[in-house]
Every structure is written in C-alpha cells, then in structure tokens.
C-alpha cells in the first residue's frame, strides 16, 4: 500500500479543496494512505539570518520525504496559486529538498466554471523549479469545477463523470509511482544538485 501525502494548498477553514483530499483519503483508503496535511501557521518566507529551517516546515518535509508522493490540492486566486501555498512551497526549498524527485499529482476545485487550471499550470512551474524538481505527472490535472455542488453530507463527490476520471488519473499516478522509483537512479546527486544552485549566481 502507497503512502501518500495530500497537501492542502489554502489556509482557508472551509474549502472544498480539503474535502476532495478528504474524499481521495477516503475513496482510496484500500490502494494508499494518504495524510492530510495543512500549511496554516507558516510564517512569511524570509531567509533566516541563521540558516534555520522553521520547525513546523521541517515536519512537513519530514512527511513528504517519507512519503511515496504527493498530492497537491490547489484553489486559484488571480490565475495563479495562493500566496500560502507559494510560501510554504519557497520554505520548502529553502535548505532541505523534500520534493526533489517526488511523484506529485496536482488536483484542484473552484467554485466556477473554468476550475483551477491556470492556477495548476503555475504550480507546475513552481515544482518544476531547480530547487523543487519534482516529478509531476503529466497531463494528468484534475480539475473539480462547481465545487461548492461537488460534494454531498457525506462528502461523497456527487459528479458521476468527474469521480470516474479521478479513479483512472489515481489508478494513473499509483503506476507513475512505481515507474519514477524505477527510473531515478541519481537522487543523491539530484539532490546535491538542488542544494548547490544559486540564483545569486546565475
């Protein structure tokens, strides 16, 4: 069974973005274990005078390290990603490179019609970033539009063609899974090289 981590990517108390996680927790509870886990609480990234990592990010990159991947749950605010979730994401890289090589499936719900895609194309640059370098799924995004109606009492998803398409791209990113664990042969060095680039040199 995967052990997989589902990142909240809000600090809202109430969004839907946490129910599909909760949802895919649920749903998928035979094939993987997946955690969810906030970024509520982080503090504005600013590079520490000291060069330490705050104890909370430390945690949470504990958590993806020991993990087999990643899903990221991601609202869009003004085309792009929230400002939380850049924030933890700039913690993230900043002296320990926990998605370095990690399998990552990008998900989304918005209350509209166009869902969260161009928020998910930005946070595809973002994890494609020297200091990031994640392994994100291809053309695989999950979009939840009108998600406020997406979810019954229950948290059930409601949308019978949207929660068929969910299993295939979860089936999908299981076997992404397994093929990246076969393909990265280098992650030491992938990793040294995350933490020896400098955009100050560049």
Do not use: C
């Amino acid at each position: 069974m995967k052990k997989l981590i589902g990142l909240v990517g809000t600090n809202s108390d109430h969004s839907t973005n946490r129910q599909l996680l909760q949802y895919m927790a649920q749903h998928y509870g035979e094939t993987a274990t997946i955690e969810l886990v906030e970024i509520k609480g982080l503090p504005l990234f600013n590079k520490p005078e000291n060069y330490e990592v705050h104890p909370q990010v430390q945690e949470i990159a504990d958590k993806i390290e020991d993990a087999d991947g990643v899903i990221i749950s991601t609202p869009e605010y003004d085309h792009s990603v929230p400002a939380v979730l850049s924030n933890a994401l700039a913690w993230l890289s900043y002296d320990i490179y926990p998605f370095v090589d990690k399998p990552v499936m990008i998900v989304g719900a918005a209350y509209g019609t166009l869902g969260t895609s161009r928020a998910q194309a930005h946070l595809h640059q973002i994890l494609s970033a020297p200091e990031l370098k994640a392994r994100i799924m291809p053309s695989a995004d999950f979009l939840l539009s009108h998600s406020l109606q997406a979810f019954d009492e229950d948290g059930q998803l409601v949308y019978p063609e949207e929660a068929s398409e969910l299993d295939r791209l979860f089936a999908d990113f299981i076997e992404f899974i397994e093929l990246i664990s076969q393909i990265t042969t280098d992650h030491a060095e992938n990793k040294k090289a995350a933490a020896n680039f400098s955009w100050d040199e560049q």
